[in-house]
């Protein structure tokens, strides 16, 4: 029997938000993360302040129980946020959880099976009857080992709601502390899913003893419209991830309910018995976290946030029409619901330059939040030496760009040792790369494309000889100007799995060539240890 975890406030008098990036969000094809990667996420989340950190699927494979259980270890302490796995509704996924989850402070088990006939009749092959007895065994099951046990009903937006109702009221006396409603397949409409949340409330006789979650999908882009209409009928808890990733079209976003939240609060305030004027928060998220979270996230994942993204798009403060720019100059409410300031997204300021020392350098990152090994701190202060030497400025979010790309825990069996290019709208496009092998021989080759990345990736695919197919490759400017940092992302297939390959350099040539020995690092190491359960090809979904 392992260690008992407090179960959550059942009544809680503001939104709880339960973040599922590391779970839910690491299904995006190529978005996999290793145990550091998640390991930094999930220390940022704690700063971000939200309640809740599904930190994986501890059954999943080897690498899932080993992150989750450091996060659990590291993040789960007395002041921090809840630290939450997932498994099926079976012994081993739950015991596994326990086992993953004990060191925490405060741990959730969260159990799911589906409930909605489709699911029942081709996914499980069960009846209804079944299906109740199994969710009621398990949630019990869970209950032994935390006060603190989530149950889902996976598809509940297709699900008949009688039948949901008495799942969930079976559920919650077996001691489900937290009922989540998935709309998994992203099928709802505010409406259906306020009157589903409406419905439950009303017509599970228990459902005073449980907080009700909601999780959904946004492939009709209504995800985020969806939640909202669940917090108006009585939903408290948001089952959600930083810009929206999440398997197909993605999760409800984070940024978006918090945001939403915080800046209609007079709208949302009299669903919770406030008044409209109340200034309380209606979630317990630290605003200014918000944009360098969302930074984060997206550089270690390589999952480019689209520039009209809401509150975290390169754009969504950008005004390019007269009349905006006329109106922002008399009065920036004109035009501007949110001040960018509020989720921490300011001006860049150029404090750092070449002749910039270590402890200033160091001093900066702290301020901007980062948390540096010694050996980390070495490594980017190079980088930002090498950086600030072709730049005259050097920006708080170059910084934020050498810092992540320096820190990422990719897998080093190759390594990029020499690239040059040699191109011109009269010549032949070529590339010379030499790179270091996993046997720790360097290997030169060269070759012709299109273009010099095109030359680049061809040299490196003839030295690695791995098999892969590059199914995408974008290109970001860090900052404005001729000088910029570019952020370059690749994906590459192998088989029928994803890996995303990411990069920062003043040229991106070079951050082309970084990136796609990065993908290539990850691809290999997944051929190492194949034949092991893996999230990327072996994932189980409530939403």
């Not at 978005?31 to 971000?48: D, F, G």
Request: glycine share 6%; hydrophobic share 40%; aromatic share 6%.
């Amino acid at each position: 029997m392992t260690a008992q975890s407090a179960g959550p406030v059942i009544n809680p008098d503001r939104v709880l938000i339960f973040d599922t990036t590391l779970r839910d969000g690491e299904q995006s094809p190529g978005a996999s993360l290793n145990v550091e990667e998640k390991l930094t996420i999930a220390r940022q989340l704690a700063r971000l302040q939200v309640d809740i950190i599904e930190a994986g699927f501890p059954f999943s494979s080897p690498g899932d129980f080993d992150a989750v259980q450091r996060i659990a270890a590291e993040v789960g302490t007395p002041n921090g946020p809840t630290i939450c796995g997932l498994a099926r509704a079976r012994k081993e996924d739950i015991q596994t959880a326990a086992a993953a989850l004990k060191e925490a402070s405060k741990w959730r088990i969260h159990t799911f099976i589906a409930t909605s006939d489709i699911h029942m009749k081709y996914k499980l092959k069960k009846e209804r009857p079944e299906v109740v007895a199994i969710a009621e065994e398990m949630v019990a099951y869970a209950k032994s080992f935390t006060n603190d046990v989530e149950f889902s009903p996976e598809d509940a937006g297709r699900s008949d709601p009688e039948f949901l109702y008495e799942v969930l009221e079976r559920a919650i006396a077996a001691g489900a502390t937290t009922v989540n409603i998935p709309d998994t397949v992203g099928y709802t409409t505010p409406d259906e899913f306020g009157a589903l949340i409406r419905g439950i409330k009303e017509n599970v006789p228990n459902i005073d003893q449980a907080v009700i979650s909601v999780h959904g999908h946004n492939d009709l882009g209504l995800a985020v419209a969806n939640f909202l209409a669940a917090v108006q009928n009585g939903a408290r808890q948001l089952e959600c991830t930083l810009n929206g990733i999440g398997e197909r079209a993605g999760n409800a976003s984070l940024e978006e309910l918090v945001m939403a939240l915080h800046v209609r609060r007079s709208f949302y305030n009299p669903f919770f018995g406030r008044s409209p004027e109340s200034e309380e928060p209606l979630t317990g998220v630290n605003l200014k976290e918000i944009y360098r979270t969302s930074r984060m996230v997206s550089q270690l994942t390589g999952m480019i946030v689209q520039p009209n993204k809401a509150i975290v798009g390169a754009n969504a403060f950008s005004h390019q029409s007269g009349i905006h720019q006329d109106g922002m100059l008399k009065n920036k409410l004109t035009y501007e619901i949110i001040d960018a300031q509020t989720i921490g997204r300011t001006e860049n300021q150029i404090v750092l330059g070449k002749l910039s020392g270590r402890n200033a350098f160091a001093t900066r990152l702290k301020e901007l939040g980062f948390e540096l090994t010694e050996t980390e701190l070495n490594k980017a202060f190079v980088r930002f030496k090498d950086v600030a030497d072709k730049k005259k400025e050097v920006s708080d979010r170059d910084l934020e760009a050498i810092v992540n790309d320096e820190i990422r825990q990719v897998p080093e069996l190759y390594r990029l040792e020499h690239v040059q290019v040699s191109c011109g709208d009269k010549s032949c496009p070529t590339a010379t790369v030499t790179v270091r092998m996993p046997d720790g021989n360097d290997r030169t080759d060269a070759a012709t494309g299109t273009g010099p990345v095109d030359a680049v990736y061809r040299a490196i695919s003839r030295i690695a000889q791995i098999d892969n197919d590059l199914i995408e490759f974008s290109v970001q400017s860090v900052t404005a100007g001729i000088d910029a940092m570019g952020e370059v992302t690749i994906r590459i297939r192998h088989a029928d799995t994803v890996f995303s390959g990411h990069s920062a350099n003043t040229d991106i040539v070079v951050a082309s060539a970084q990136a796609y020995v990065s993908a290539l690092n990850r691809l290999a190491a997944a051929l190492q240890t194949e034949g092991k359960r893996n999230p990327q090809t072996e994932t189980v979904s409530i939403g």
